[in-house]
C-alpha cells in the first residue's frame, strides 16, 4: 500500500498534508522534490538545512519538507516530526558502503515516539543518483503522481472540517 493510499485513508476529509522527506546525505531527496515540481535539477548542492515545497494536486495541498541528511544534522530530524502526516525515506541505491547507515538511521526514526502515531509511517524511494539521476527523478515523480491519483477529489463548495 502507497503512501498517499494510507495517507488518504488518515485524512480524508482534511485538505492538507505535511510529509517530511529524510534520508541519508546524497541520497536524491531534493532532486526528487525538484524534478515532480519541474525545477531544473542540473545545480543542486547539498541541503544545509531544509527546503519546503507546497503542490496542488486535486484539491490537496502537499507540504513536503526536504531536510538535510548530513551526519551532523541528523540529530535535528525530530525537530520536524510534530505534525507530520508522513514520512518518505530516500535511499541512494548506488551507495552499497552505505546501505548498513541508511538502514540503521530508518530503524531509529520508525521508533521515535512523535512519529508512532501515524498509522503506516514511511514510503522509501530508492534513488541511483549518479547513475540515473535524470530518468530516476522522471520515475519517482510519475509515481508519486501515481499515489496521488489515489486522493480523493473534494466536493466542490465543500468546506474544510473544523
Known sequence: MGLLTILKKMKQKERELRLLMLGLDNAGKTTILKKFNGEDIDTISPTLGFNIKTLEHRGFKLNIWDVGGQK???S??????ESTDGLIWVVDSADRQRMKDCQRELQSLLVEEDLS???SP???FTNNRELFRRSLAARLGRELRRHLRLLPRPKEGGRKPG
Do not use: T
Open 76 to 81: 535535528y530530524w525530530r525537530n520536524y516530526f
Open 72 to 74: 551532523s544534522l541528523r
Open 117 to 119: 502515531g501515524l498509522q
Open 122 to 124: 514511511s514510503s522509501r
